[in-house]
């Protein structure tokens, strides 16, 4: 079935350095990808997204890249800061007559000051 | 609270017991889903609804009911089949429109946990 792996489980970072999550889908009819941070205790919430037909989309200090032939999309977070520590999920939707979220296992971002 | 609210915030289910989880929503959102979130698994789907009288099975439904009878409610009822209750369950809505129904809502949990 449809699956979408997601790594590092954990990353931990020094305040100022960048993060890389990276995730792999498996069913190609996805066409969209977005991506959910869960802040300890807190609902999960969207803070980025990219389409199929497109390969890049940068918001402030997030980014990121889908590699379609390799079915890859990944995350960059850029001059991290102490409140980017979260869980960050990935996910990805193909519009089969309705929307299925399939979310990656998470990833627990630490950024140390 | 974003306009999707679950109650309670802590429940405790007893040997043999049904419960309830509430799910509430005011964005007039067609599509409902229940997702169970355990540590270091991410976000598993356990039903949906797309539509008002009508909901599906997602990945791990067993042990677990719905019902869609208005637009607004989504409730969830863990059943006494339900052997390992014990998690973080998040309801969720969108839209059904293409362009923006694939954004997911979150409303802020119920933990759920076996006496």
């Known amino acids: 079935g449809e699956n979408v792996e997601q790594h590092p489980s954990t990353l931990s970072v020094q305040e100022g350095d960048s993060a890389v999550i990276k995730c792999t889908y498996s069913d190609s009819a996805s066409n969209y990808f977005p991506w959910y941070k869960q802040e300890l205790g807190k609902r999960p919430q969207l803070i980025i997204d990219i389409r199929s037909n497109v390969g890049e989309k940068k918001d402030q200090r997030i980014a990121v890249t889908l590699n379609k032939t390799a079915k890859h999309f990944s995350l960059h977070i850029t001059e991290t800061q102490p409140e980017d520590s979260a869980v960050y999920f990935c996910?990805?939707?193909?519009?089969?007559?309705?929307?299925?979220?399939?979310f990656g296992a998470g990833t627990r971002l630490f950024v140390k000051a | 609270d974003g306009g999707i609210t679950q109650s309670p915030k802590y429940l405790f289910r007893k040997e043999g017991q049904n419960v309830t989880l509430s799910c509430e929503q005011n964005?007039?959102?067609?599509?409902m889903y229940w997702y169970r979130q355990d540590p270091g698994q991410g976000l598993r789907l356990i039903y949906y609804?797309?539509?008002?009288?009508?909901?599906q099975k997602g990945d791990i439904a067993e042990g677990y009911s719905v019902s869609r009878e208005k637009k607004e409610s989504f409730p969830l009822t863990v059943t006494s089949a339900q052997k390992n209750p014990t998690a973080f369950y998040l309801c969720?809505?969108?839209?059904?429109?293409?362009?923006?129904?694939?954004?997911?809502?979150f409303g802020s949990g119920t933990q759920l946990s076996v006496l």
């Open positions: 964005l007039n959102h067609d599509a």
């Open positions: 996910a990805a939707i193909a519009n089969t007559g309705g929307f299925k979220t399939i």
């Open positions: 609804s797309q539509i008002v009288n009508d909901f």
């Open positions: 969720a809505s969108s839209a059904k429109n293409r362009g923006s129904g694939e954004k997911l809502f």
